[in-house]
Nanobody
Framework: QVQLVESGGGLVQAGGSLRLSCGAS????????VGWFRQAPGNARAFVAG????????YYSDSVKGRFTISRDNAKNSVYLQMNSLKPEDTAVYYC?????????????????????WGQGTQVTVSS
């Protein structure tokens, strides 16, 4: 069993930065791949970024590539999403998710059904 808790969301002006954190309980968190997703009002939940269990490989959606960076610290049971050059269209609730059998391909990481555990989400609002 893994419990995930997101933090770090808030209100920021366009062009600004935020760092989201995903803290996990459970000794086996280092075995889980992790993804960040977001959901804006009226939209489906969308993949943002993913990272393998070891942290050696990362994946990004085209909409955030070059602006967002995902990382993890398994010693601290945490995954981070550094968001720079934020745009109003980045406004959404951001969720982290963990899965044991995600695999090694981008299309696996963007598939929300591959994940076993989800956090409750944190709101990010970017003003223009």
């Amino acid at each position: 069993q893994v419990q995930l808790v997101e933090s770090g969301g808030g209100l920021v002006q366009a062009g600004g930065s935020l760092r989201l954190s995903c803290g996990a309980s459970g000794r086996t968190f280092s075995s889980y791949a992790v993804g960040w997703f977001r959901q804006a009002p009226g939209n489906a939940r969308a993949f943002v970024a993913g990272i393998t269990s070891s942290g050696t490989t990362t994946y990004y959606s085209d909409s955030v590539k070059g602006r967002f960076t995902i990382s993890r610290d398994n010693a601290k049971n945490s995954v981070y999403l550094q968001m720079n050059s934020l745009k109003p269209e980045d406004t959404a609730v951001y969720y982290c998710a963990a899965g044991l059998a995600i695999g090694s391909y981008y299309y696996s990481y963007e598939n929300s059904y591959k994940y076993d555990y989800w956090g409750q989400g944190t709101q990010v609002t970017v003003s223009s």
